[in-house]
């Protein structure tokens, strides 16, 4: 293996923004819980907010893993990780108001391209926080602003948009600004769905049903969403890297595909749209967008879902990630953690033994896609 | 090709069913609406019955295809099918009252099994509908009769179950019934997900984002909550049918096992579960359930998604589909279905050069699992 490993999907809760949280006494925020006060918790969904709940069922615990990168280094050697492209986890800047979000977005994108620029030189990169509760030039102006700092390579969004999702044509200057900048929108989930889906014997289940089915499809309405409004027809260079390898899409795509091409309403609309002079817009397909728009990580944990990945996106545009500090190993003392294992695990089942391919998707497809210099 | 082809994913709405939507004024309804008074519409979800939607984006049109079973047979025809194990249709007896639920079964099922015998002999089998608003001895009671109609095969059921989802201990008893007469229950979507996840631009998708991603993902979280219910624990020989080729299942399945087994509160759980003098009860993976308990329809409409299922329940577990009368051809006239041209596509490209495999995905699975005799 010549190529250096590269995590795509690594997320840090930096000073600047953890001092946020702890500012805080509503969702998004870090607190102790008794009778446990040795350790916060971070609290960062309504739903885990519910004071019936003991609280060791009470969001998660949150140590020096998320702010500390000493921590995160000593992470990436345990894994053979050459380099990390870290990015603000969720709930990202999306809950301030408009005032404190442009400022906010300076503060902690300067601090993450700091941390990368102090510590372990050419071993970690950064994407970038969104201030999309501000005015579009606000965000238009960060765009630029991110463009600038030398280990930022692109930016970290969640589904919300600017408030009711991803296809709202509000967005469209913030897309070609994207676009123009060419910076990669790493597209990662947060709010789940709604409660009312798991039933009433949701409690019994910890987290497993938001994280394990909440997120995965929260990514693929919002990707699915943007592509039906025509997204990708207005930027046909706007490029997204989809966090756990597309949600659901490239098991969906084909049904995706299906229901657009049955539906008589949406077909028609189709169609009637565009000038009447001219032929109808051709739509481009889920297949086509897939190919040449998308990015997928390979945090799957199967072979299975993975090989599906490649396949939809091609093997050139799948990459490594970790999800670090998330699922983390239960047992203390652990060095070696098992979702990295399996997802790792998965790479060598599904293109194990064609060692480029291997290569690219472990860390030599994020190398060129993202311009990474390993030191 | 010498093994019958095999479509296990059929709908029908027997007169007998017609009569009942046709007497109702709420959901589900079938109807008229102006202008277009010349055809009916059948309006299944409460989100189709918006009076400011126009007539042709609310429901779906219906006609002889759902209810006269000689537009079965040419369909069949059309698309060289030898058999086809039909199915009443969503929303099934869902909505009926307690008293009603009963004799309406007893009729329904009746006319189902009737169908199978009267038309075409040997080229249809069904699935039967439960009674499930009915006491739980009067399912019982309909599930032993079923295992008696000579054309019954197995039941199909929503993911309501007794109105809090399939996770519910009060189905133990009907989850035994099934078990014990080896009847395969049909898993299938219909109530999808709360419209408040399509965002507030989703009327301009027509149906797209329900169908597409909403009824998948309520095929795989109904089929979650059961497993971590412990259903296949207390029942291993509980079979299912899961519609969709596993709604998100085989994608997924990866990030489920992952999520439990990172799951702090639930692994503690179930560590404490069951007899304190015995070893702790040894959950049964996803993986396990999947390649044991669980079939899976080639209703994907891609490569990339039957391989997924192949890979995920085993080729001798998947089975050749086409969700008839449902995603018609848009053009008057074709009578070749783009939809199931897909699916067939889908199987050769996926197994199309290991033909044992193939046709046991078109037919040979279902003819061993269901016991099917061809004429």
Redesign the interface.
Known sequence: MTTPVVDVHTHVYPPAYMDLLRSRSSVPYVRTFPPDTSSSRLIILPGEDDPSRPS??RGRPVGPAYYDIKEKIAFMDAHKIDISVISLANPWLDFLSADEAGPAAQRINDDMNAVCAQNAPGRLYAFGALPLSASTEVVVAEIARLKQLPYMRGIIMGTSGLG??L??PALDPIYAALQAQRLLVFLHPHYG??V??????AG??????P???GF??ET??AV??ML??GVWDRFPDLQVLLA??GG?L??????????????????K?QANSGDANKAPRRRRSVWDVLSKNVYLDAV??????L??AI??SGADRVMFGTDHPF????EEGETEW??VR?NYQ?IHAAVGREQDLAEGVLGGNAIRVLGLKHA
Chains 1, 2 share one sequence.
């Open positions: 060791t069922a009711s999702g296809d709202d769905l709604p009312s889906v798991y039933g009433p014997r019994d289940y910890g987290h497993v049903l994280l394990a089915l995965p499809l693929t309405v699915t969403r039906l409004s756990h390898s659901t490239p098991f969906l795509a084909g049904r995706i595909e299906s229901c657009i091409a049955h539906d008589a309403h949406l077909m609309k799957v944990y199967s072979e299975i879902g090989r599906a396949e939809a699922f983390p190993p239960l098992l979702s399996t998965a």
